[in-house]
């Protein structure tokens, strides 16, 4: 997120232009399926990072307009933070702990969707078993605030303390998985949310599959955030006491 926001051109450049020579590519090359990968920091996004993989998604979403037949299906599934990946918060307070650093966090407050490295992997493989063209794919994940989770990795080593340091460039106290707009043609189905798309043709034969085929899930019409009630909770201990026993 903070390279972005300190480099937004080649985010634009990576992000956009780059979704896009993949579609156009995949379109041009008659290849059957195209999945993007995705963040929830593309709903209501506060970052550039986040802005760029919005435009990514809508460019995928839309490109199933372009392609003009049902012979190739482009789809996006949105992540949260996956769990022990390089450059994410788990390795870092890891080290903090083990080399007997303080930990750093920017804010006790902020809270985060988690998703296992597994689980992010199974959701490309679901989503590209059901994928039709056009519906973005999101795992059921679990939530948890950084300052509970740094309490749990200070709990290995006593001696470290818990430093905050505010907010980096571009980021934001909580994420959300969907927001009160796409809540409405949001759905429930085997353990994952499913957005239908706003913007291909009513009169399309893939818009009618698509309606067809998640009709029977339960809508949810209402914004999933990471601070809410009703966001799964996440089992901190053993999570962290997995990734130290990893050392």
């Not at 450049?13 to 008659?30: D, L, R």
């Not at 959701?123 to 939530?143: N, P, Q, R, V, W």
């Not at 043609?185 to 994952?192: D, G, I, P, V, W």
Request: aromatic letters at 6%.
């Amino acid at each position: 997120v903070e390279l972005s926001e300190y480099n937004p051109f080649e985010a634009l450049q990576t992000n956009v232009n780059g979704t896009n020579n993949v579609v156009n590519a995949a379109i041009k090359c008659g290849v059957e399926k195209v999945l993007i990968t995705s963040s929830d920091k593309a709903v209501n996004p506060s970052s550039m990072m986040g802005a760029t993989k919005l435009l990514a998604e809508k460019l995928a979403i839309n490109a199933n307009n372009m392609a003009g037949k049902d012979d190739i299906k482009i789809s996006c599934v949105r992540f949260g933070n996956v769990w022990n990946t390089s450059g994410s918060v788990g390795p870092i307070f890891r080290n903090q702990v083990t080399q007997g650093k303080n930990i750093t966090l920017t804010s006790p407050d902020m809270t985060r969707f988690f998703i296992s490295i597994e689980d992010a992997i199974e959701l490309c493989i679901k989503a590209s078993e059901e994928m039709i063209g056009g519906e973005i794919f999101i795992s059921d994940m679990g939530a948890a605030s950084i300052g509970d989770l740094a309490k749990e990795f200070q709990k290995m080593n006593s001696k470290v303390k818990i430093i905050e340091t505010g907010l980096k460039a571009g980021e934001k106290l909580y994420e959300e998985l969907f927001t009160d707009v796409e809540s409405f043609r949001t759905y429930a189905l085997n353990e994952m949310y499913v957005i239908l798309p706003s913007s291909l043709d009513e009169h399309s034969s893939r818009y009618r599959k698509i309606k067809n085929k998640y009709k029977k899930g339960l809508p949810i019409n209402s914004a999933l955030r990471s601070d809410s009630d009703i966001a799964q909770s996440i089992d901190l201990s053993n999570l962290v006491e997995d990734l130290m026993n990893e050392v």
